[in-house]
């Protein structure tokens, strides 16, 4: 039994306990959010009698659903296994899986990833004799993808023509889906939507299915998304959402701020919790955090309030240039290192990826090793494509893209020309392409016959595997892919992809383990959702963007290139709306240390090829980092208290004789006291 009360604190039991109304838990960073979601999962099945096939937890990242998955199975154990707990993607897919038929899909459907939709818009714009100069592939992926990401889409409405031939890219590109029985990302959301609202008896099946809804980060949640958990909750009211309106920071890509801002207005009768009380920061990098993002004003009032009392090292430098700036963080780095902290909790968080070289160039020079978040990610990795590409046909023969890459690499000596035969089958005979290749074998005599003929054997061998991971070991093995990759690339190169292969098998294992019945449509789901910050290393240095750092924390963190036109953006300091989100992301990147915070900016950087002068930026005045020791009473400066001891002061308000602050004391928390009562130290 859980013993509820002694396991988390006050503001954390009441979000748990609450179910008599819909929920809203503004949870600030490092105040225990996962926390609260996994027991609150437990309370629902240990007090509330809920079955926990009948609970549904929503995350962003396969990287969080998985620890979620982790966390319920240590509390509440094997119940944890029947749980719908998966990101948006998953869970929906889930659905579609049992009903996709009711929007024309068949039941082998597979996923397409994002480089193979591209692959496939360029055929298409070759096809339709578009300029790729002047209307790029990306372009069109990209309004493909938001017109997907709209009621419109759901509803069926004819997409507006947002660039040229918009409407016939789009026709031509859910055609070849259709053939190759394939959805994309995000098909997988609108298509369960529009399943909800064309078919009453299905959603109401679903309704009444979840006795209870748990949505994680839901500050990053774009429109449909809430459309979808709208439709599922408003009924019945049994919803908790769980998120910090101060770390919205994808606005870029769809996240709407405003889903959780005005959550109270979508939903009736709402309860809110703030979870304040942070169990990651030192008290002066809180009163730094909190200094900055008052500045906001589309947000929830609320202040992170400290729960450990040790101190923190904050610095502010001026340096000369990027390069002066990168020889500074590594000199600090070297005797940050030498204080006993390790390479893998220190990080150098910048606003954009562009700004990394400098920081690679002084730490490859100094011999530190480091890891770059956010380049490649694994699954996208071409060994991996290559690998993978069996499985996905092996899972649907109906895979067009997947064939062609499977049947191509390792080159077998089937061309372009028997390729496009064998597609011209399908299209006839509307078969599968398996069976078209059956077909073209039975057809074909000498070398390609017995080309074809191995390669359907290759194919069929893979049913006599149980296990995902025996089949990788199979394919390696049956195609000679480690004698390929040696024969076109440097050994040190070729090292790396068998590495990676094997890091393929690794994952396979893994996957595994974590299931009661392997199943390979799972596994293939999986690897295409996931993401780079999926596979951190230890033992190096971090280098990332802000928007890769959400969700981590170090001990030291080095925030770099604070300068106006870097960070904030210039395209964002003239539009409030865009600039509160690069305050965010300021907030976030604040927010990942623990003890020491070193933010730095330049008089003078390269910019668009020339070098420019620089002004600091405005998040600096706004964070009031304290600098020298005068002798007044302000945020930030330790005190001594005659009955409760060392403390800092978190805020003053007021002012003369009726000055009083809310000073944090380390055995006794926050007092609000008259500053006579204190002496400075």
Known sequence: ??????????????????????????????????????????????????????????????????????????????????????????????????????????????????????????????RLNIDHKKFSPKMYLHFISNYKNSLDFVYGKEPEELVHRFDDVFRYYQLELKQSAQIDFDDMLALTLKIFLENREILHFYINLFDYILVDEFQDTNSIQFDFLKILAEQKGNIC???DDDQSIYGWRGAEIGNIVNFDKYFSDVKIVKLERNYRSAPAILYVANNLIRNNCFRKDKSLKPYHNF????????????????????????????????????AILYRTNAQSRNFEVALNSRGIPYQVIGGISFYQRKEIKDILSYLRFFNNYYDVPSFIRCVKTPPRG?????????????????????????IVAEESSGKLAKKLLDFINLIDGLNQFDKVSEMISYIVNKTKYE??????????????????????????????????????????????????????????????????????EFDTVFLVGLENGLFPLFSSMDEQRELEEERRLCYVGITRAKKRLIVTYADTRI??????????????????????LEEEFKDGKKVFHSKFGKGMIISIKGSGEDAKADVFFEKFGIKKMSLRFLKLI
């Open 1 to 126: 039994m859980i013993d509820f009360e002694k396991e988390l604190n006050n503001e954390q039991l009441e979000a748990v306990t609450y179910v008599d109304s819909p929920l809203l838990v503004l949870s600030g960073a490092g105040t225990g959010k996962t926390r609260v979601i996994t027991y609150k999962i437990a309370y629902l099945i240990e007090k509330q009698k809920m079955e926990s096939h009948r609970i549904m937890a929503v995350t962003f990242t396969n990287k969080a659903a998985d620890e979620m998955k982790k966390r319920v199975y240590s509390i509440v154990g094997d119940e944890a296994f029947n749980l719908w707990i998966g990101t948006f993607h998953s869970n929906t897919l889930r659905i579609l899986r049992r009903e996709g038929y009711l929007v024309g899909l068949p039941n082998n459907f597979t996923i397409i990833d994002q480089d193979d939709r591209l692959s496939l818009i360029k055929n298409i714009i070759k």
């Open 241 to 243: 959402v769980v998120g």
């Open 311 to 346: 101190d923190a090292k904050i610095d502010l430098r001026r340096c000369y240039d990027e390069c002066d700036e990168a020889e500074f963080v590594v000199k600090q780095l070297d005797k940050i290192v030498e204080e006993g902290v390790p390479l893998s909790d220190i």
């Open 414 to 438: 089937i061309g372009d020309k028997t390729i496009e035969k064998i597609i011209s089958v399908v299209n006839g005979e509307r078969v599968s392409v398996f069976d078209a290749v059956k």
């Open 483 to 552: 004698e390929y990759i040696k024969q076109f690339e440097e050994i040190y190169v070729a090292d790396k992809r068998i590495n990676n292969i094997n890091e393929l098998i690794n994952s396979a294992v893994a996957y595994e383990e974590t299931v009661k019945e392997v199943n390979l449509g799972d596994f293939l789901s999986t690897t295409t959702l996931q993401t780079s910050v999926d596979e951190i290393d230890g033992g190096s240095v971090k280098l990332m963007t802000i928007h890769s750092a959400k969700g981590l």
């Open 607 to 628: 910019v668009y090829g020339r070098r420019q002068e620089m002004e600091p930026s405005i998040f600096i005045d706004e964070m009031r980092i304290v600098k020298g």
